[in-house]
């Protein structure tokens, strides 16, 4: 089938249905081949991810460039998409060697990238299955954003077949979409869990035509494949927008898609089959009428599901079979190596299988084994879970072996998430499995029965880049092609990345002395702990120029979220005393001040640190000082990092990858939570102004709760705008305590309120209406209450933040005022 038949029905011009280049649609998927024809006067902008590869013959690639061919395939060219002439971001997130699995982590930096370049909609053919619709905290905190930005997100409900939910499609703010089967009914492989009935949309999703790497054809089945179909749709909606004079509105074309999506009558309406429609089936048609204000209905119920045109397939192949696979010739011109070569067996080689009783039967399914489930079906995904043999029966191609002991069923995935991660997958795909005649059908597969949710969990030819000299418009890169700014928050790690590395470190690290005494009183010296952070501080204090052999890390919940690398320093720092020992230290600077050769000794020899550069020194520090008792004055609490995103990452020791940030010296800072708030209180205190009227315990209180919002509830990667400025917000929480204990005074502002303490009661952020040319400037709006009655009027404190330069700085004055906002 061809992706463009849901636009057969619209009463416009084709030029009106090829999309707007004011229209930015981000994927998120495996990599994309650039270099096949359809492809070749799109306006696509790969960005840079985790996934540093280039496009090649495995299963993600194939996911990835059929996915996209679906959206900006050219008109005239083999694959005609729903919406080529407008721009493409490109992320990809998905890995040929992983199967397709990677951490929600992974995603919401992928997803945040996307709002930040200025996407309209963003696709997602992947998601994780999981029991109560909820995500990762990142995860959630960039979907919410995407829902306070008026972006819109498409992902599609997972293929495992069930009443089961995956994310992020189960969120509310996502439009979800599931796979129609070309009878005009759901695909037996469709999950279809409740929240779907809210929000998810059917769409045509059996043997949808899309490209291949190397320059064919593919027809591929599932909801991974129906998802596009809906981007595209969406953004010839937003297109329509546009042309009317109106504002892009992504989520109000997401609205117009779920009040037409065509019904059928069923009842009971909580039974299985009913569920399996979720809202509908997408009209593309009576969507675009109601955008464009040509309709005002808002839903409609037939006896019949919207039909959709099933273009023939095209002359010297095969016709389509029912929920198959198959990998079509290419049009003439185009290359034939389009055939992906197969990473199984074929059919003579394969075993039969047979589904497992009271399943979809293998003639009900068509994609490979949706990699969401605990077990080890898992690994399954998008491997030729079958080949078809010459009379059309289905056998199964044998479980790929474990890398290490060849035990069949083992993942050979080369990069595991850690435990406690979450992990996001994308849906499963039959991969067509190449003969010596060419490309011919794949297999069937049945997809798993339903378990548990997954614990914890360059471009090529002829594509135009984005970020042209002049260019403009909701997808121009940011910054004129300049790398990303962060400012995060979190504690300090490090990492080995490698058993040699490591052992490298235990063999130059010198042996500790032990508290205990050998027999005869002489000392006794223990193996040096590479990962004892005291000891590994003590040797980098006295060999700085190991700084840069560890692998530094910044961590969320000792979750590793970015590799850290210093930036070249213009200037070193002295460090202080190599003796580790503070008291040792102590005397043997006493000794040395009662004989004048002593002293001079001690001051020119190797009794102070070797100059290093304040980002590593800051490093070696923190790592110490996070692992003091609570009570210790040296405590390091949180620190504070500004640099610059690079297009880099690191593989740590764990196997998880990792972006790489420049950190700068400048605003790079450490700090002591409990002598921050009691330095904030003591300022406060002492002011005159404040004197006999704030009470010491709300303002500690307040101050711990604001900084508690930022830490935990607002914790964050630090990329964009918005973040910055909050995270700065926290680490200047001393420069906020004016207004905090402004804050808890607010009933002054407040008639009949003069004698009740304000508490606080949320903080937000917002883009500045006032900012300086070329800056980019922050609202960070703190909100007080009366908790005592709560009809009184809320007092506002505004704090306009520049984020455009490392560190972030505040501009004009404290502004104030009264109200909701």
Not at 136 to 151: E, F, H, I, M, Q
Not at 158 to 186: F, I, K, R, T, Y
Request: hydrophobic share 35%; net charge negative.
């Amino acid at each position: 089938m061809e992706a463009r038949s849901v636009l057969a029905r619209l009463p416009i011009r084709e030029d009106e249905l090829l999309g707007d280049a004011r229209v930015c649609i981000a994927v998120l998927d495996g990599p994309v081949d650039l270099s096949h024809p359809c492809f070749a006067d799109a306006d696509l902008t790969r960005l840079d991810t985790l996934v540093e590869e280039p496009a090649g013959g495995g299963p993600m690639s194939l996911h990835g460039t059929h996915v996209t061919s679906l959206l900006f395939g050219g008109r005239g060219s083999p694959v005609f998409g729903l919406a080529p002439r407008c721009r493409g971001l490109l992320l990809p997130v998905f890995r040929d060697a992983r199967n397709g699995r990677v951490p929600q982590l992974d995603l919401a930096r992928a997803i945040e990238r996307a709002v930040e370049e200025g996407a309209h909609i963003i696709n997602i053919s992947g998601g994780e299955r999981t029991p109560d619709a909820q995500a990762d905290s990142l995860l959630a905190r960039a979907l919410r954003r995407c829902d306070d930005s008026g972006v819109l997100v498409v992902s599609a409900v997972g293929n495992d077949g069930c009443d089961c939910l995956q994310v992020p499609a189960a969120v509310s703010s996502v439009l979800a979409v599931g796979a129609l089967g070309s009878d005009g009914e759901p695909l037996k492989i469709n999950n279809w869990g409740d929240a779907y009935r809210t929000n998810g949309v059917l769409a045509p999703g059996q043997d949808i035509e899309g490209a291949a790497p190397g320059g064919g054809r593919v027809a591929l089945t599932g909801s991974s494949f129906a998802t596009p179909v809906v981007s595209g749709v969406a953004a010839l909606l937003v297109a329509a927008q546009l042309r009317a004079g109106h504002e892009a509105d992504p989520k109000a074309a997401a609205e117009a898609i779920l009040k037409t999506a065509s019904t059928v009558p069923c009842s009971p309406g909580d039974a299985p089959e009913c569920r399996r429609r979720l809202v509908g089936t997408l009209d593309a048609a009576r969507a675009h009428d109601l955008i464009t204000g040509r309709s005002d209905t808002t839903g409609r119920s037939d006896s019949s599901v919207t039909s959709y045109d099933v273009t023939a397939v095209p002359s010297g192949t095969a016709p389509h079979s029912a929920h198959r696979t198959q990998l079509l010739a290419p049009e003439p011109g185009v290359n034939a190596a389009g055939a992906l070569p197969s990473p199984g067996t074929s059919a003579a080689q394969a075993p039969p299988t047979q589904a497992p009783s009271g399943e979809p039967s293998p003639s009900e399914t068509t994609e490979g084994v949706n990699a969401m489930d605990t077990d080890q079906t898992d690994i399954a995904a998008y491997e030729p879970d079958g080949a078809a043999d010459a009379r059309g029966t289905t056998q199964a191609a044998p479980e790929p072996p474990d890398p290490v002991s060849g035990t069949p069923g083992e993942e050979t995935s080369d990069q595991e998430p850690r435990e406690g991660d979450s992990v996001m997958e994308t849906n499963g795909v039959d991969v067509p499995v190449r003969e010596t005649t060419g490309a011919v059908d794949g297999g069937e597969a049945t997809p798993p029965p339903p378990g548990p949710a997954v614990a914890g969990s360059g471009p090529g030819g002829g594509v135009r880049p984005s970020c042209g000299a002049g260019d403009s418009g909701p997808c121009a890169c940011k910054g004129n092609g300049s790398r990303p700014l962060v400012y995060a928050i979190g504690t300090i790690g490090f990492d080995f990345q490698t058993e040699a590395r490591r052992d490298t470190f235990r063999q130059l690290m010198p042996w500790p002395e032990s508290t205990k005494k050998g027999e005869h009183g002489e000392p006794v010296y223990n193996q040096p702990n590479v990962y004892n952070p005291q000891q590994l501080s003590d040797y980098l204090s006295a060999n700085p120029w190991e700084s840069d052999k560890l692998t530094w890390t910044l961590e969320l919940d000792r979750t590793p979220i970015y590799a850290l690398e210093a930036e070249v320093p213009v200037g070193m720092n002295w460090g202080g005393p190599v003796v580790a020992d503070p008291q040792e230290a102590r005397r043997l600077a006493s000794q040395a001040a009662a004989d004048p050769k002593k002293l001079a000794e001690y001051l020119v020899t190797d009794h102070s640190h070797p100059p290093v550069s304040t980002v590593y020194k800051i490093f070696r520090e923190a790592i110490a000082g996070q692992v003091k008792e609570a009570d210790d004055l040296d405590l390091i609490s949180r620190v504070s990092i500004p640099g610059v995103l690079t297009d880099r990452t690191v593989r740590l020791f764990s196997g998880q990858v990792v972006p790489v940030v420049e950190v700068k010296g400048r605003g790079l800072a450490t700090w002591n939570e409990t002598l921050l708030v009691n330095a904030v209180v003591d300022a406060v205190t002492k002011d005159p102004r404040n004197k006999d009227t704030t009470n010491q315990d709300d303002l500690r209180k307040t101050i711990r709760a604001l900084l508690d919002k930022v830490y935990y509830q607002f914790r964050n990667l630090g990329q964009s705008s918005a973040d910055r400025a909050m995270n700065y917000a926290g680490t200047n929480a001393f420069q906020l305590g004016r207004s905090i204990a402004d804050g808890l005074l607010s009933a002054q502002h407040v008639p009949g309120a003069k004698n009740n303490f304000y508490a606080l009661d949320s903080v937000r952020v917002s883009k500045s209406p006032y900012c300086r040319i070329g800056s980019d400037c922050q609202d960070v709006i703190v909100t007080f209450m009366d908790p005592e009655d709560d009809r009184r009027s809320k007092v506002n404190y505004l704090f306009t933040i520049d984020v455009s330069d490392l560190p972030p700085v505040s501009l004009a004055p404290v502004h104030t005022f009264l109200g909701d906002i």
